[in-house]
Nanobody, 121 residues
Framework: QVQLVESGGGLVQTGGSLRLSCAAS????????MAWFRRGPGKERQLVAA?????DYADSAKGRFTISRDNTKNTVYLQMNSLKSEDTAVYYC?????????????????WGQGTQVTVSS
């Protein structure tokens, strides 16, 4: 019984920044692996970042994006800096019970509705 709601998407120019938020309802938030995925135009859903026992990033996100969580607020964040046109996608929050890392979307049980991020050149 976990519900996820993303917010913070929008239109930004190349080089700009956005912070996405994912609010989770349900108990024991601190026992769930939390992740951000994205689906760009004509592409399949791919991992951006995850936080559990470890913190993990896609190569495309390293050095630009930061995932964090506030367990007192049941919220996970994705700070995105130095945005590029190829970052344009629908971004999804996802969760899985336990804290071990999983890379693929099929491993995750709970999903938010997605929030659109558009980076213009």
């Amino acid at each position: 019984q976990v519900q996820l709601v993303e917010s913070g998407g929008g239109l930004v120019q190349t080089g700009g920044s956005l912070r996405l938020s994912c609010a989770a309802s349900g108990h024991a938030f601190n026992t769930y692996l939390m992740a951000w995925f994205r689906r760009g135009p004509g592409k399949e859903r791919q991992l951006v970042a995850a936080t559990g026992r470890t913190t993990d990033y896609a190569d495309s996100a390293k050095g630009r994006f930061t995932i964090s969580r506030d367990n007192t607020k049941n919220t996970v964040y994705l700070q995105m800096n130095s945005l590029k046109s190829e970052d344009t996608a629908v971004y999804y929050c996802a969760a899985r019970k336990g804290l071990s890392f999983y890379r693929y979307p099929s491993s995750y049980t709970y999903w938010g509705q997605g929030t659109q991020v558009t980076v213009s050149s």
